[in-house]
Structures are given as C-alpha cells and as structure tokens.
C-alpha cells in the first residue's frame, strides 16, 4: 500500500468503508498497485496533499448525489437542468478519478478491462486525463499519440516519447493507427456516434478502438446519456464497418435512488 493510500484511509471514513467493500481480489490485482502508485505519483508532482484530496472527492460525491436526486425526478442530466455548476481544477478532477478506481469496483473493472484487453502496435488516446490508461498500456504500443485541449506538465515529465496534440481529434490521421483508446470520453461530448466514425477512418484495417460509455450517470460535465440496452450504438458499430469483439456491462452496486446506472466496455475491430 503507497503511503498516500494509507493516510488517505486514516483521515477518512468514507474511504475507509469503500475500501473494506472491495473485494480481496481487487486489491491484490496488478492494475489496482500500478494505480496506487500512480496516484501518489501524480499527488506529488502537483503538490496535493491527503486533505485535500479528501476535500475534492467529498465534495464531488456530495453534488453527485444531489444531481442523481434531480435525475431521478426529472430524467434530465444536470446540463438540461441548468444546475450543472461544480468548480473544479483539472488536477483536482484527476485525484477524484484516480481515487475512485481504488475506492470503487466499477471504475477499478473498467481500467482491469483497458489493461488486459487485446491490443497492440501505434495507439492513439483521445482524452487524456491523468494519463492512467497510458500507464496501464504502455507496454503494448511501438508509437503513443495523445489528443486533448489541455495537456498537463504531469503527462509531458511522466511520458516524454507520447507524441501529445493540444488540439480536438478530426480525424487528423486516416487508415494509420492499430488502436484507439476513448475511455469515459463519449459521455463528455454531444454526438459520440459521429467521433466514433471518425475513429474508424484513422484505423487499419483490423486495427480496433478500446472504448466506455455511461448510462443514468448524472455527473456535472455528462453530455449524453447512452440508452440502457446500447441497440442502437451495437447498430451504429457495424453500420460504420467495424464488428464487435469484446462487450461488458458494468453495474454500479452503491446507488439506492432507484437508479440503474452502468458503464459498458467495448473492444471492436475494424473490418
């Protein structure tokens, strides 16, 4: 256990009580050490101490509820409410995601998925985050590519061979990458189904896009809300050439709002 992780569960209750619910086999998996020392890791290099990493995971779940209490009684995400107000920093939303990959079996199952799947050769990452799925691929990729508005300091000092845009993806590269990688983005943007096309375009063929959507999760910045049986994007999938390979459902088991919210993973190969 990093050292961070262990004061973070001194000074909390509500981590400690998440943490005593995983499951042993989560904790002694590989992914969940390489995450506990990327989370001390990126801590450190932005001067981000145990309280305050409390302070801005409490605060999240504490206006995650309260969106979810609005969703319940209107089906409408916080955005189409016009109470989708959360003030945060870039850094802070890092140490929210990267803790909840330690504190959550949903989100830990979704970066267990990334690490193992089936990949291999030149990536591309669209939306970069704390650079985690970077870190849990990073063994399986000749050339590493990485496109988002913003990149941090953090992602340019912890992998200086990624070849990082500051910019939107559009499809900058056509019939060039063997993966893409789009893990809790399609959430974040207005016509997913459209980015996805685009994606197809850059691959080889045989090459496959690694991706997650998110179903009745209200959260502040969550654009678009995927239809709980996904018919309509497995449809979208093959009608843009591409065939589906792996899928996985992945419930959320601590809501108690009469909420079903999930995340599927997806693996699919261009044909």
Not at 51 to 70: F, L, S
Request: a negative charge; charged letters at 25%.
């Amino acid at each position: 256990m990093s050292a961070f992780r262990e004061q973070l569960l001194q000074e909390s209750r509500l981590l400690t009580v998440l943490y005593d619910n995983l499951a042993e086999s989560i904790k002694a998996d590989v992914v969940y050490r390489v995450v506990d020392r990327f989370l001390q890791k990126y801590t450190a290099f932005n001067h981000i101490d145990t309280e305050a990493a409390i302070q801005v995971y409490t605060n999240y779940i504490g206006a995650y509820n309260k969106h979810c209490k609005q969703f319940s009684k209107t089906g409408k995400y916080p955005w189409e409410n016009g109470d989708n107000s959360f003030e945060i920093t870039r850094e802070g939303y890092d140490v929210i995601l990267l803790m909840s990959i330690l504190f959550t079996s949903h989100r830990f199952r979704l970066m267990q998925l990334v690490a193992n799947a089936d990949t291999s050769g030149k990536a591309l990452f669209i939306g970069l985050g704390s650079g985690i799925e970077i870190l849990l691929t990073e063994k399986k990729h000749s050339e590493r590519h990485g496109y988002d508005i913003t990149v941090s300091k953090f992602l340019y000092s912890e992998f200086p061979d990624v070849l990082f845009k500051t910019k939107l993806y559009t499809g900058q590269q056509e019939d060039y990458f063997d993966t893409i990688y789009m893990i809790e983005l399609l959430e974040h943007v207005v016509d997913p189904f459209a980015l996805l096309t685009t994606c197809s375009s850059s691959l080889k063929k045989g090459a496959r896009i690694v991706f997650t959507t998110a179903t009745d999760m209200p959260q502040f910045d969550h654009l678009y809300n995927f239809n709980p049986d996904h018919s309509v994007l497995d449809k979208a999938i093959v009608e843009m050439g591409c065939e589906i390979i792996y899928k996985e459902k992945i419930s959320h088991s601590y809501m108690a709002m009469n909420l079903t919210p999930c995340n599927h993973f997806y693996l699919i190969e261009k044909r």
